[in-house]
Protein backbone atom coordinates (compact mmCIF):
# COMPACT_ATOMS: atom_id res chain seq x y z
CA UNK A 1 0.00 0.00 0.00
CA UNK A 2 0.96 3.31 -1.07
CA UNK A 3 1.69 5.72 1.94
CA UNK A 4 2.51 9.49 2.56
CA UNK A 5 3.71 11.11 5.63
CA UNK A 6 4.05 14.99 5.49
CA UNK A 7 6.13 16.65 8.27
CA UNK A 8 7.74 19.62 8.91
CA UNK A 9 5.00 22.46 9.04
CA UNK A 10 4.78 24.63 12.19
CA UNK A 11 3.99 28.28 13.25
CA UNK A 12 6.38 30.76 11.66
CA UNK A 13 6.62 34.85 11.27
CA UNK A 14 6.06 36.38 8.13
CA UNK A 15 9.04 36.09 5.93
CA UNK A 16 10.46 33.30 7.38
CA UNK A 17 11.36 29.89 6.44
CA UNK A 18 9.85 26.12 6.74
CA UNK A 19 11.43 22.65 5.10
CA UNK A 20 8.27 20.48 4.82
CA UNK A 21 9.16 16.61 4.02
CA UNK A 22 7.08 13.93 2.45
CA UNK A 23 8.23 10.68 3.07
CA UNK A 24 6.72 8.03 0.65
CA UNK A 25 6.52 3.98 1.04
CA UNK A 26 5.13 1.52 -1.74
CA UNK A 27 6.38 3.41 -4.66
CA UNK A 28 9.82 4.61 -6.14
CA UNK A 29 9.43 8.36 -6.04
CA UNK A 30 11.89 8.66 -8.17
CA UNK A 31 10.07 7.23 -10.96
CA UNK A 32 7.17 9.20 -10.75
CA UNK A 33 5.81 13.23 -10.94
CA UNK A 34 4.65 14.21 -7.83
CA UNK A 35 3.18 17.54 -6.13
CA UNK A 36 3.11 19.22 -3.07
CA UNK A 37 -0.73 20.99 -3.03
CA UNK A 38 -2.08 22.96 -0.01
CA UNK A 39 -5.84 23.02 1.33
CA UNK A 40 -7.37 26.24 2.55
CA UNK A 41 -10.13 25.48 5.07
CA UNK A 42 -13.33 24.61 2.79
CA UNK A 43 -11.75 24.68 -0.32
CA UNK A 44 -10.19 21.83 -2.54
CA UNK A 45 -6.50 21.25 -2.69
CA UNK A 46 -4.31 23.11 -5.09
CA UNK A 47 -0.99 22.59 -6.53
CA UNK A 48 1.92 24.31 -5.39
CA UNK A 49 4.72 22.65 -7.03
CA UNK A 50 5.48 19.79 -9.14
CA UNK A 51 8.52 18.04 -10.00
CA UNK A 52 8.92 15.58 -12.56
CA UNK A 53 10.68 11.92 -13.18
CA UNK A 54 13.44 14.25 -14.63
CA UNK A 55 13.77 16.26 -12.20
CA UNK A 56 12.12 19.22 -13.62
CA UNK A 57 10.05 21.44 -11.51
CA UNK A 58 7.19 23.31 -11.95
CA UNK A 59 5.21 26.32 -8.96
CA UNK A 60 2.32 28.28 -8.93
CA UNK A 61 2.51 31.76 -9.95
CA UNK A 62 2.11 32.62 -6.04
CA UNK A 63 5.23 30.83 -5.04
CA UNK A 64 7.66 31.37 -8.11
CA UNK A 65 11.01 32.45 -6.73
CA UNK A 66 9.86 31.61 -2.99
CA UNK A 67 9.40 27.70 -3.23
CA UNK A 68 11.90 25.14 -4.39
CA UNK A 69 10.72 21.29 -4.28
CA UNK A 70 13.21 18.67 -4.38
CA UNK A 71 13.68 15.11 -4.03
CA UNK A 72 15.95 12.83 -2.50
CA UNK A 73 15.68 9.20 -4.03
CA UNK A 74 17.82 7.15 -1.34
CA UNK A 75 15.33 8.47 1.15
CA UNK A 76 12.24 8.08 -1.22
CA UNK A 77 11.51 11.82 0.17
CA UNK A 78 10.79 14.69 -1.71
CA UNK A 79 10.54 18.28 -0.08
CA UNK A 80 9.54 21.84 -0.27
CA UNK A 81 11.67 24.65 0.61
CA UNK A 82 9.31 27.67 1.56
CA UNK A 83 10.92 31.25 1.79
CA UNK A 84 9.73 34.58 2.63
CA UNK A 85 6.36 32.71 4.15
CA UNK A 86 3.73 34.92 3.59
CA UNK A 87 0.32 35.03 5.64
CA UNK A 88 -1.31 33.71 2.48
CA UNK A 89 0.63 31.18 2.70
CA UNK A 90 -1.35 29.49 5.56
CA UNK A 91 -2.56 26.10 4.63
CA UNK A 92 -2.60 22.15 5.06
CA UNK A 93 -0.13 20.57 2.93
CA UNK A 94 -0.19 17.29 1.37
CA UNK A 95 1.79 15.64 -1.42
CA UNK A 96 0.50 13.09 -3.66
CA UNK A 97 0.91 11.71 -7.37
CA UNK A 98 -1.19 12.54 -10.20
CA UNK A 99 -2.18 9.61 -12.38
CA UNK A 100 -2.26 10.99 -15.96
CA UNK A 101 -6.08 10.00 -15.94
CA UNK A 102 -6.45 12.75 -13.18
CA UNK A 103 -6.02 10.71 -10.18
CA UNK A 104 -4.49 10.93 -7.09
CA UNK A 105 -3.10 8.18 -5.01
CA UNK A 106 -5.86 7.40 -2.01
CA UNK A 107 -5.73 7.76 1.05
CA UNK A 108 -4.30 11.24 1.23
CA UNK A 109 -1.44 11.80 4.25
CA UNK A 110 -1.99 12.89 7.31
CA UNK A 111 -0.94 16.66 5.80
CA UNK A 112 1.51 19.52 7.53
CA UNK A 113 -0.24 22.58 8.75
CA UNK A 114 1.84 25.81 8.12
CA UNK A 115 0.92 28.88 9.86
CA UNK A 116 2.27 32.14 9.03
CA UNK A 117 1.81 35.36 11.07
CA UNK A 118 1.75 38.77 10.23
Known amino acids: QVQFVESGGGLVQAGGSLRLSCAAS????????IGWYRQYPGKQRDLVANIDSGDNSAYVESVKGRFAISRDNTKNTVYLQMNSLKPEDTAVYYC????????????WGPGTQVTVSS
Open 26 to 33: GIPLRLNN
Open 96 to 107: NIKSPYGRFIEP
